[in-house]
């Protein structure tokens, strides 16, 4: 069996998740991580894969990542990322996967987060506009945490996104070793 499973919804609509697909675990977590939570219980169940993805229990690896501590599979690997209203989750039994949703802020210096984290090449590239910046970042993100490696890798001044297509849907796959 082979699944990833992206969803995204606005942080409201996930709401209505909760008393179905929330779990008792979760209430230690901010409103928008039981959210994130029970939308991937939610979309794991809609598979037909993952009929125990109902009561799964969230706990974080020592590296920091999210990891379902009891599933009836143990190759799942998942991610979760929430800014603004909008609140996603990804699932892969393919191996570790990142996902991360950015939501802008006016007030950030973009041009100085680009100087201080992305590698030359993303330098350049964010200067095609605030989207530019937000594919690079979001996708710097997504890779840390599908490494495990966290901020230290968002902000280490390498090219990881560099290239790619200008829009639509962006997939990156890294070596173990990054």
Same mark, same amino acid.
């Given at each position: 069996?082979?699944?990833?499973?992206?969803?995204?919804?606005?942080?409201?609509?996930?709401?209505?998740?909760? $008393?179905?697909? !929330?779990?008792? @675990?979760?209430?230690?977590?901010?409103?928008? !991580?039981?959210?994130?939570?029970?939308?991937?219980?939610?979309?794991?169940?809609?598979?037909?894969?993952?009929?125990?993805?109902?009561?799964?229990?969230?706990?974080?690896?020592?590296? /920091?990542?999210?990891?379902?501590?009891?599933?009836?599979?143990?190759?799942?690997?998942?991610?979760?990322?929430?800014?603004? =209203?909008?609140?996603?989750? /990804?699932?892969?039994?393919?191996? $570790?996967? !990142?996902? =991360?949703?950015? @939501?802008?802020?006016?007030?950030?210096?973009?041009?100085?987060?680009?100087?201080?984290?992305?590698?030359?090449?993303?330098?350049?590239?964010?200067?095609?506009?605030? =989207?530019?910046?937000?594919?690079?970042?979001?996708?710097?993100?997504?890779?840390?945490?599908? @490494?495990?490696?966290?901020?230290?890798?968002?902000?280490?001044?390498?090219?990881?996104?560099?290239? /790619?297509?200008?829009?639509?849907?962006?997939?990156?796959?890294?070596?173990?070793?990054?």
């Amino acid at each position: 069996m082979s699944v990833i499973i992206i969803h995204i919804t606005g942080f409201k609509t996930g709401l209505r998740l909760l $008393p179905s697909w !929330g779990h008792p @675990t979760d209430l230690a977590m901010s409103q928008a !991580g039981q959210v994130a939570r029970a939308l991937l219980r939610y979309a794991a169940t809609a598979t037909e894969k993952f009929p125990d993805a109902v009561n799964w229990v969230f706990s974080r690896s020592p590296s /920091g990542q999210p990891q379902v501590e009891n599933a009836e599979s143990r190759s799942i690997w998942i991610s979760f990322s929430h800014s603004g =209203d909008w609140i996603g989750c /990804g699932l892969s039994t393919r191996g $570790p996967i !990142g996902i =991360d949703i950015e @939501t802008h802020k006016s007030d950030r210096n973009l041009v100085e987060i680009a100087k201080l984290g992305f590698g030359p090449g993303e330098q350049q590239r964010s200067q095609n506009g605030i =989207d530019e910046f937000y594919r690079i970042w979001t996708s710097r993100e997504a890779i840390a945490k599908a @490494t495990g490696i966290g901020m230290v890798q968002v902000t280490d001044g390498r090219d990881y996104a560099a290239a /790619g297509p200008m829009s639509g849907g962006w997939r990156i796959e890294t070596p173990n070793q990054v």
